[in-house]
């Protein structure tokens, strides 16, 4: 029975996953770049945006869980993954947790999706995933200064066993890789930046 247990715990387990956290740049004012994930590769885009504003700006880069406040940002910039269909549910919740705080500062949100990066049709899949983010973000009174979807890196070494059985079994396309610009990243970031950062 012990050795059953054991077998099951291994088929369950997930690797131990590093979520990248970091402050970046100088000077200039202060930017929060808050991410959420689940296997962190959305943190790995999250860090590239960072990496692109802190020429202009001091930047924080938090995975979600880790920020309680935002009242001490000039200006905001959220990512998360998609999930069944929608921007990731606790990076919602967390949007509407701080919306009044994070209205009051330029802001802006992105999105990692797989179906983006692997879809040939990237005009359809750029309406259908703005028009996620355009759902999420309105749970902040103010809209954001912008919005962009990327592509997503599933790698199944990230994940247990069973879960990456199940997301084989249930994607409608389970290719695996990376599907992640960045050069696509750094552009966006840099083109947002005179927007979170105009006085």
């Not at 970091?22 to 929060?32: K, N, V, W």
């Not at 960045?182 to 979170?196: D, H, Y």
Request: avoid cysteine; charged fraction near 15%; hydrophobic fraction near 45%.
């Amino acid at each position: 029975m012990a050795a059953a247990g054991a077998g099951a715990f291994t088929v369950t387990r997930a690797p131990l996953i590093t979520m990248a956290e970091g402050d970046l740049g100088t000077t200039g004012p202060r930017i929060l770049v808050g991410y959420d994930s689940q296997y962190g590769s959305t943190g790995e885009v999250a860090v590239t945006v960072g990496q692109a504003l802190a020429e202009r700006a001091r930047v924080s880069v938090r995975h979600l869980s880790h920020v309680d406040s935002v009242d001490d940002f000039d200006a905001i910039v959220v990512g998360a993954p998609v999930q069944q269909n929608r921007w990731k549910a606790s990076a919602t919740q967390w949007l509407g947790d701080h919306g009044t705080a994070i209205s009051a500062v330029p802001w802006a949100i992105f999105l990692t999706s797989m179906s983006f990066g692997i879809s040939p049709d990237r005009a359809g899949q750029t309406v259908a995933k703005q028009q996620l983010l355009a759902a999420a973000a309105r749970v902040v009174p103010s809209p954001p200064k912008a919005s962009a979807p990327f592509g997503g890196f599933l790698d199944y070494g990230r994940m247990a066993p069973a879960n990456a059985a199940f997301y084989m079994l249930m994607a409608a396309d389970d290719t695996a890789g990376d599907f992640r610009d960045f050069a696509e990243v750094t552009r966006w970031a840099r083109k947002i930046g005179p927007l979170l950062l105009k006085p």
